[in-house]
């Protein structure tokens, strides 16, 4: 059984950072890329990083781009996002996922940032 477990969620101030961990288990091949969503109250789940664990390539979108890094852990299963100079805008649920196919979803930590 597949899962996907996010950690390290929390309450930050503006302009500080914190790092989340997503831990993937029961993967039966290898695990070619991770990415790390959000989604904020009343709005739609947003794509905000990708790694590719064979290359190491990564790409970001530009909400987080300058702030925001996923890396990987010493094996595949494990992936990182740190997250520095952070806003009141990213407070959100954020998401681990394996894009798949098929496609594979943590089940969300939430970051609040606020004074």
């Known amino acids: 059984q597949v899962q996907l477990v996010e950690s390290g969620g929390g309450l930050v101030q503006p302009g500080g950072s914190l790092t989340l961990s997503c831990a993937a288990s029961?993967?039966?091949?290898?695990?070619?890329?991770m990415a790390w969503y959000r989604q904020a109250p009343g709005q739609e789940r947003e794509w905000i990083a990708v790694?590719?664990?064979?290359?190491?390539?990564?790409n970001y979108a530009d909400s987080v781009k300058g702030r925001f890094t996923i890396s990987r852990g010493h094996t595949e299963n494990t992936v990182y996002l740190q997250m520095n100079s952070l806003k009141l805008e990213d407070t959100a649920v954020y998401y681990c996922?394996?894009?798949?196919?098929?496609?594979?979803w943590g089940q969300g930590t939430q970051v609040t940032v606020s004074s």
């Open positions: 790694i590719n664990n064979w290359s190491g390539g990564t």
């Open positions: 996922n394996y894009p798949g196919p098929p496609n594979y």
């Open positions: 029961g993967f039966t091949s290898r695990i070619y890329a």
